[in-house]
Nanobody, 117 residues
Framework: VQVAESGGGLVQIGGSLRLSCTTSEIIFSNYEMGWYRQAPGKQREMVAIIRPDYTITYADSVKGRFTIFRDSGKGAVHLQMNTLKVEDTAVYYC????????????WGLGTQVTVSS
């Protein structure tokens, strides 16, 4: 199983970016898909999760600004990030975990998002 992120980059405060996570061998009806991030000197934190039943959880810090959604036809999960803040700067990781077999968990290598002032 492979998970790969793309779409990171440098953006100014208030700008937007869309991150994409492409997968192989993952059936979205069996996996929770999530975006996590890790800023320098900080622990990795959950940003958004979308579950097989389409329920979604967002971190409080991104509610109303970020949107997670699936494109099942393309085997992709996207994170639309709007109104970006300097504190959104981090490496963003895509995560896939089986809904029943929690040890079946996969991470991408991450993509850097830098928000500049």
């Amino acid at each position: 199983v492979q998970v790969a992120e793309s779409g990171g980059g440098l953006v100014q405060i208030g700008g937007s970016l869309r991150l994409s996570c492409t997968t192989s061998e993952i059936i979205f009806s069996n996996y929770e898909m999530g975006w996590y991030r890790q800023a320098p000197g900080k622990q990795r934190e959950m940003v958004a999760i979308i579950r097989p039943d389409y329920t979604i959880t967002y971190a409080d810090s991104v509610k109303g600004r970020f949107t997670i959604f699936r494109d099942s036809g393309k085997g992709a999960v996207h994170l639309q990030m709007n109104t970006l803040k300097v504190e959104d700067t981090a490496v963003y990781y895509c995560n896939a975990v089986h809904r029943f077999i929690r040890s079946a968990e996969y991470w991408g290598l991450g993509t850097q998002v830098t928000v500049s002032s």
